[in-house]
């Protein structure tokens, strides 16, 4: 199994910065992708930004130029940077892992509980 906890939500005004931090922790795993996803209000859950264990980064059109993902592999730990935010951005912000579990010798994927990210006008 391998557990999520997020940091780094919170409230800001329109124009700031938040980072957001995803820790994954267990044992006998490795990790294929990261990514982070939100929800807004009656919408449904979309991608944000992926990371792959190479280093390779997707976007959404939306956060493009204004937002960064990124990993330290050593630390299991993903963050997103989060610049020039707008009011629209305004989710629970949810971090998700691929990750094999040489236990089971299979893929799996995980989420964490959410943080929430509001961005005031």
């Known amino acids: 199994q391998v557990q999520l906890v997020e940091s780094g939500g919170g409230l800001v005004q329109a124009g700031g910065s938040l980072r957001l931090s995803c820790a994954a922790s267990?044992?006998?795993?490795?990790?294929?992708?990261m990514g982070w996803y939100r929800q807004a209000p009656g919408k449904q859950r979309e991608l944000v930004a992926t990371?792959?264990?190479?280093?390779?980064?997707n976007y959404a059109d939306s956060v493009k130029g204004r937002f960064t993902i990124s990993r330290d592999n050593a630390k299991n730990t993903m963050y997103l940077q989060m610049n020039s935010l707008k009011p629209e951005d305004t989710a629970v912000y949810y971090c998700?892992?691929?990750?094999?579990?040489?236990?089971?010798?299979?893929?799996?994927?995980?989420w964490g509980q959410g943080t929430q990210v509001t961005v005031s006008s």
């Open positions: 998700n892992c691929n990750a094999y579990l040489s236990s089971g010798g299979y893929n799996r994927d995980y």
């Open positions: 267990g044992s006998r795993f490795s990790i294929n992708a």
């Open positions: 990371i792959r264990s190479g280093g390779n980064t």
